[in-house]
């Protein structure tokens, strides 16, 4: 009986590297929420002694300022929290399309990188050298510059095609209007998220039992849903040409120029970055790929497209995750060139109520959760890349 309780009481022995790692761990968590306790109450005692209010009660109220662009309905007399929803989908907006952009031209540009061409190669890599060696703030004030100075006014804009103006005041394209168009818009939605489960489904069919072909009944779906919601909508789509009135457009589609010039610039600051990870990506596969290919009858590009892209991709994904979340945080820097972001719009509302504690956590809590979701999304892709060995 005394030696299991003399081993037990070894266990709680001090010596026991266990016992002394929970020990710190507890008083490393006690000094974590004391430090926490004094920070809040240090800050809720100095916002009360200036008679600030705290709280997210300021968010139900009238906002009294106009956003010069929203994707969603928005006016002045709308609230502080609609205004800031509006923000966060312009952020979401240019990040998204940076993206999708900056992934297309990255993936070309780190092609071209490894091209037999002299010429190709020496320009792809000098337009990787220079561009994502000039801070992007300078990115953003030279196109910004370039747009708002050097393009004609709306009553000599450019018109290269028919319905499209191209000016200081940015780029009119003709535009959909009528009540069908949320249905078709809808209905095209609803096809794609169904193509993606079919290619899904269709991927898992070919390995059970063989080969089955998604690709004409997806294309139908593209097409057939789309139509149906035109036609439950009341067929009511028209075109809407912009056409000039006073010194401005009207009608039609609108590309700002601050949504134009950092839109133009995370891209073309961007795509450099995701062009080096493509090309370490290709070059991490092994040589005897190529020759393998090759000695099969394969052509260069065909080797490139069906052998080395799909291994590249093990070796692209995880850094690809950081370029795509330095995207998304790098968008926050719209508030120089004067696009209404998540950042402009809670600077303008923290400066009209004062709540700016509240303010910088709105922005922190929206960043977070965005950049939290990239990640997930990218990990839970990179998960299925990953080679299953038995």
Same mark, same amino acid.
């Given at each position: 009986? *005394?030696?299991?309780?003399?081993?037990?009481?070894?266990?709680?022995?001090?010596?026991?590297?266990?016992?002394?790692?929970?020990?710190?761990?507890?008083?490393?968590?006690?000094?974590?929420?004391?430090?926490?306790?004094?920070?809040?109450?240090?800050?809720?005692?100095?916002?009360?002694?200036?008679?600030?209010?705290?709280?997210? !009660?300021?968010?139900?109220?009238?906002?009294?300022?106009? +956003?010069?662009?929203?994707?969603?309905?928005?006016? *002045?007399?709308?609230?502080?929290?609609?205004?800031?929803?509006?923000?966060?989908?312009?952020?979401?907006?240019?990040?998204?399309?940076? +993206?999708? @952009?900056?992934?297309?031209?990255?993936?070309?540009?780190?092609?071209?990188?490894?091209?037999?061409?002299?010429?190709?190669?020496?320009?792809?890599?000098?337009?990787?050298?220079?561009?994502?060696? +000039?801070?992007?703030?300078?990115?953003?004030?030279?196109?910004?510059?370039?747009?708002?100075?050097?393009?004609?006014?709306?009553?000599?804009?450019? /018109?290269?095609?028919?319905?499209?103006?191209?000016?200081?005041?940015?780029?009119?394209?003709?535009?959909?209007?009528?009540?069908?168009?949320?249905?078709?818009?809808?209905?095209?939605?609803?096809?794609?998220?169904? @193509?993606?489960?079919?290619?899904?489904?269709?991927?898992?069919?070919?390995?059970?039992?063989?080969?089955?072909?998604?690709?004409?009944?997806?294309?139908?779906?593209?097409?057939?849903?789309?139509?149906?919601?035109? #036609?439950? !909508?009341?067929?009511?789509?028209?075109?809407?040409?912009? /056409?000039?009135?006073?010194?401005?457009?009207?009608?039609?589609?609108?590309?700002?120029?601050?949504?134009?010039?950092?839109?133009?610039?995370?891209?073309?600051?961007?795509?450099?970055?995701?062009?080096?990870?493509?090309?370490?990506?290709?070059?991490?596969?092994?040589?005897?790929?190529?020759?393998?290919?090759?000695?099969?009858?394969?052509?260069?590009?065909?080797?490139?497209?069906?052998?080395?892209?799909?291994?590249?991709?093990?070796?692209?994904?995880?850094?690809?995750?950081?370029?795509?979340?330095?995207?998304?945080?790098?968008?926050?820097?719209?508030?120089? &060139?004067?696009?209404?972001?998540?950042?402009? &719009? #809670?600077?303008?509302?923290?400066?009209?109520?004062?709540?700016?504690?509240?303010?910088?956590?709105?922005?922190?809590?929206?960043?977070?959760? #965005?950049?939290?979701?990239?990640?997930?999304?990218?990990?839970?892709?990179?998960?299925?890349?990953?080679?299953?060995?038995?």
């Amino acid at each position: 009986m *005394s030696r299991p309780a003399r081993s037990a009481r070894s266990r709680l022995s001090w010596q026991e590297p266990g016992v002394r790692a929970v020990v710190f761990q507890c008083l490393l968590l006690a000094a974590v929420a004391g430090v926490a306790w004094f920070l809040v109450s240090n800050t809720l005692a100095n916002l009360a002694s200036r008679n600030i209010t705290t709280g997210f !009660g300021f968010l139900h109220q009238e906002a009294g300022f106009a +956003i010069g662009e929203s994707l969603i309905p928005y006016t *002045s007399a709308d609230t502080y929290g609609r205004a800031i929803i509006v923000g966060l989908i312009n952020t979401l907006h240019v990040s998204i399309v940076c +993206i999708v @952009a900056a992934t297309v031209f990255g993936t070309l540009l780190g092609v071209a990188r490894l091209s037999r061409n002299w010429l190709i190669s020496r320009l792809a890599g000098g337009y990787v050298e220079i561009m994502r060696n +000039i801070p992007l703030l300078l990115h953003l004030f030279f196109w910004y510059a370039i747009i708002t100075e050097n393009l004609p006014g709306p009553r000599q804009a450019l /018109h290269p095609l028919a319905g499209v103006f191209l000016s200081n005041r940015g780029l009119k394209l003709p535009g959909l209007q009528g009540g069908a168009l949320d249905w078709t818009v809808g209905g095209f939605a609803l096809a794609v998220v169904l @193509a993606l489960l079919l290619a899904h489904w269709a991927r898992a069919h070919r390995r059970a039992r063989g080969w089955f072909s998604a690709g004409r009944l997806a294309c139908v779906l593209l097409v057939a849903l789309p139509l149906a919601g035109w #036609v439950l !909508g009341g067929a009511s789509v028209t075109l809407d040409l912009p /056409h000039l009135r006073g010194f401005n457009f009207q009608g039609g589609i609108t590309i700002t120029p601050e949504f134009a010039a950092l839109s133009i610039g995370l891209v073309v600051y961007t795509t450099a970055f995701v062009a080096e990870v493509v090309r370490s990506g290709i070059q991490s596969v092994g040589r005897g790929q190529w020759e393998a290919a090759q000695a099969l009858g394969l052509s260069r590009s065909r080797t490139l497209r069906l052998v080395i892209l799909p291994q590249a991709l093990r070796v692209v994904v995880p850094p690809m995750t950081s370029q795509f979340l330095n995207v998304t945080k790098n968008s926050s820097l719209a508030i120089a &060139v004067g696009y209404p972001d998540i950042v402009s &719009v #809670v600077n303008t509302t923290l400066n009209q109520t004062g709540q700016a504690l509240e303010g910088i956590l709105i922005i922190m809590a929206a960043y977070l959760a #965005v950049s939290l979701l990239i990640a997930l999304f990218m990990n839970w892709y990179n998960r299925r890349l990953a080679l299953m060995e038995r």
